[in-house]
């Protein structure tokens, strides 16, 4: 129950900052559920959770998206995230890269460790470093954008920095460039989970759908208020310490801790 608490609570304020903020509900939640669940187990949750407030949040601004860009963007990212998906499914039985002994414990560090550390703390630079939150690309680039957040978001579950970095220019309003990048995410996290959904059934399931449900209704009453009372605001400090708790989950997965 605890960590059903904890999840929810940070599903609740995460989906509120996504209105006002640089980073989304995957950027945090996944290494909250990090802490209680496998890695793999970790990020397959983190999806459905928010492929689910994705659905909500289509529902709220759905109608406003731009379909040809949504085609070019959206379609290069279905692909991506499925082999994004299989190959973290496939990497999460990697071999230990190196082990060792402290405090009385002995820990082990898989390569799929190593690697999800690695993109856990290059993700969380995106948000410390400046040059990262100018980050745009050529519309040109569009298709190839696609491709490129579609995979990682299959991988590590991360979409919307890169997403929003090859969309930022493509010439869409402020809601159509909102609507299109929930569309798109909600592509990306449907593959993702049709993916992951093998990888789920293997475990007991029953345990899960409770913390599914409850996370994912604590997202979209987060998205409530903060589509209603938070979305003009920015808070660039709090988007900093984030990214710090990102860089230490980062270092304690690649160390074996978690």
Same mark, same amino acid.
């Given at each position: 129950m605890i960590e059903i608490?904890?999840?929810?609570?940070? !599903?609740?304020?995460?989906?509120?900052?996504t209105f006002f903020s640089g980073f989304g509900l995957g950027t945090i939640l996944s290494p909250v559920m990090m802490l209680f669940f496998p890695v793999e187990i970790a990020v397959a949750l983190t999806g459905v959770v928010h492929f689910l407030n994705n659905l909500f949040k289509l529902w709220l601004v759905g109608k406003k !998206?731009?379909?040809?860009?949504?085609?070019?963007?959206?379609?290069?990212?279905i692909v991506a995230a499925f082999f994004g998906a299989w190959l973290l499914l496939r990497m999460s039985t990697s071999p230990i890269a190196f082990s060792y002994p402290l405090w009385n414990h002995h820990f082990e560090v898989s390569y799929f460790?190593?690697?999800m550390a690695t993109l856990l703390f290059f993700f969380a630079l995106m948000?410390?470093?400046?040059?990262?939150?100018?980050?745009?690309?050529?519309?040109? %680039?569009i298709t190839l954008g696609g491709?490129?957040?579609g995979f990682f978001g299959g991988f590590s579950g991360h979409q919307g920095a890169l997403r929003s970095a090859f969309l930022i220019r493509s010439g869409l309003q402020k809601e159509a460039f909102i609507a299109t990048g929930v569309l798109v995410s909600s592509m990306i996290d449907l593959t993702r989970v049709g993916v992951y959904t093998k990888r789920?059934?293997?475990v007991k399931l029953e345990e899960y759908w409770v913390l599914i449900v409850?996370?994912?209704l604590? !997202? %979209?009453l987060g998205a409530v208020l903060g589509n209603r009372l938070l979305k003009k605001v920015t808070m660039k400090s709090l988007q900093y310490l984030v990214a710090v708790f990102l860089i230490l989950i980062a270092i304690a997965l690649g160390l074996g801790w978690i």
């Open positions: 608490v904890i999840i929810c609570i940070t !599903a609740f304020l995460t989906a509120i900052l !998206a731009d379909i040809p860009t949504v085609l070019r963007f959206g379609l290069p990212a460790k190593i690697i948000d410390l470093l400046p040059y990262f939150g100018k980050l745009e690309f050529s519309p040109k %680039m491709l490129i957040t789920l059934m293997d409850a996370a994912s604590s !997202a %979209m």
